[in-house]
């Protein structure tokens, strides 16, 4: 049974690298794992890290874990647009990888798809298409 955010939102329609992808708009679900996933990139940089004690490293996590991270300021980093971008192609394309979707965005791009995401029912195609086509959810 499909999710209420699939169910909901629709998906458009955008060609990238001259393949169809369906996009569908952010969601609070999306949201929430994008601020969870800065959370566990944070948390891993902290505990990979050869600088730190093990004390030191147990206040830092602690200290994350108590303030959070900002999502807001980290949604306009390219490493946000990415996340975020493959947020909003996973309902419809499952397979595709964070680094897939990466490889998808380039420097011509970015801009549009920055839209795309933001504004999934009325931004204009990555790829300059003026046409804006919403697909029905299957």
Do not use: C
Not at 33 to 39: I, M, R
Not at 116 to 138: R, Y
């Amino acid at each position: 049974m499909d999710s209420l955010a699939q169910t909901l939102a629709p998906a458009r329609t955008v060609t990238i690298g001259g393949e169809a992808y369906k996009v569908t708009p952010i969601t609070l679900n999306d949201l929430a794992s994008f601020e969870q996933h800065l959370k566990d990139e944070a948390r891993r940089s902290i505990v990979d890290s050869n600088t730190f004690s093990r004390a030191e490293k147990m206040t830092m996590v602690t200290d994350l874990a108590r303030r959070g991270v900002d999502a807001n300021e980290q949604m306009t980093t390219l490493a946000g647009v990415r996340y975020m971008f493959w947020q909003s192609l996973q309902k419809h394309q499952p397979g595709l990888t964070l680094d897939r979707v990466g490889d998808m965005v380039t420097t011509t791009n970015v801009e549009a798809i920055s839209n795309v995401i933001l504004d999934a029912d009325s931004a204009p195609d990555p790829e300059g298409q003026t046409e804006s086509k919403k697909t029905e959810n299957q």
